[in-house]
């Protein structure tokens, strides 16, 4: 992990933040926004093909840009706002449940990291212990007990019904909860991270950063009748996702995989997966995936997007670029100005 004077990591974000893969809703797209005039010649012709016909409409599509662009201009500050209000202002309801415990976790997530840490596990060996391959590269294992599922999403309800501030989980899902800004992150996350995932992906995925995680971005998103009821096929800001089923009851909703990002997608064969509550799906950030649409109930998740800074400072996987480091809040986006020795691999603990 970098670290800086004075012992404590920095991360950054990558300057194409602000102007790259901005998701338009209407029309399931995502687009790179500089300039009103680069921006025409770029997707004038696509945005006119998927029903985008009239100059009202593109000029209320050049409106929700720019107010994205505005939006993510001022994430840092913002956020850091909401999470100084929320410190201040809320009264958890259940207070242990930011704080990791063994119990939370199911028996079989113990067996399979005791396994991982053992000196003689081995892929293969790690395979055979995990409940399926549930896509190419995607695994299944129950994560929690069901009891914690239950009084975590009891916290994050009596959170979204207290006046505190909340921020949305990311650019594509409009409703869920940003677990930094509640203080999720040291307590809870981070050692979720470190001490029982990371064994399993240096195994699982060594050729993409899974040796070498060292932030995150975790969020809740949910899924409802009267809401959000899918997403788009997208891939993650992150080298390795995982997904946990939180509940609550929910009909339908099942993710598909598709390829890795690079392959075109009329080269790609998707696989659908069904979620099982208190199991986890984990797969490469980058590898294609969406959501089916919900046809009852709600649906909650846990995604803890992981990141190695090693494998990101090479290429951005949002703007495919050297990253051009901007200063951000936390982790950032988990870029650091660590300069990696080209034939450094790393640690495999
Ligand atoms: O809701 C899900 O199961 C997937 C969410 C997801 O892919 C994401 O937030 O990146
Ligand atoms: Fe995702």
Redesign the pocket.
């Known amino acids: 992990m970098a670290a800086e004077e004075g012992g404590e990591p920095r991360f950054y974000m990558c300057s194409c933040f602000t102007s790259d893969n901005i998701f338009l809703d209407e029309y399931k797209l995502h687009v790179r926004f500089v300039s009103e005039q680069l921006f025409r010649q770029d997707y004038q012709a696509l945005l006119t093909r998927l029903g985008c016909t009239t100059d009202q409409q593109f000029e209320e599509v050049l409106h929700k840009i720019y107010q994205e662009v505005d939006r993510r201009r001022r994430l840092a500050v913002i956020s850091a706002e909401r999470a100084a209000a929320i410190k201040r202002t809320y009264r958890p309801l259940h207070p242990h449940v930011y704080h990791l415990q063994e119990s939370y976790l199911a028996l079989e997530l113990k067996q399979i990291v005791e396994y991982c840490r053992s000196s003689s596990a081995t892929r293969k060996g790690l395979l055979e212990l995990l409940e399926e391959e549930a896509a190419p590269k995607v695994y299944r294992f129950p994560v929690f007990q069901k009891s914690f599922c239950e009084e975590l999403m009891e916290e994050l309800e009596h959170f979204e019904q207290s006046s505190a501030p909340k921020g949305r989980?990311?650019t594509?899902?409009h409703y869920g909860i940003l677990l930094n800004e509640l203080g999720f992150d040291e307590t809870f996350i981070t050692p979720l991270r470190e001490h029982y995932l990371h064994p399993v992906t240096t195994l699982l995925y060594p050729d993409c950063g899974g040796g070498c995680l060292d932030s995150h971005k975790a969020?809740v998103?949910t899924?409802d009748m009267n809401k959000d009821l899918d997403?788009s096929y997208?891939y993650?800001n992150a080298e390795v996702?995982l997904?946990v089923s939180l509940g609550k009851e929910f009909t339908d909703g099942n993710?598909y995989f598709g390829d890795m990002r690079q392959v075109p997608v009329s080269e790609t064969e998707c696989t659908e997966v069904e979620?099982r509550v208190t199991e986890g799906l984990l797969h490469r950030g980058q590898q294609m995936?969406g959501?089916l649409p919900i046809s009852f109930g709600q649906?909650w998740?846990l995604?803890i997007?992981m990141r190695a800074s090693r494998e990101r400072n090479k290429l951005c996987p949002m703007c495919n670029r050297r990253p051009s480091l901007v200063e951000g809040d936390g982790f950032a986006d988990g870029f650091t100005k660590h300069e990696t020795p080209p034939n450094m691999s790393c640690a495999l603990t």
């Open positions: 989980p990311n594509m899902n969020f998103v899924y997403l997208h993650d996702t997904n993710l979620h995936h959501v649906r998740n995604i997007w």
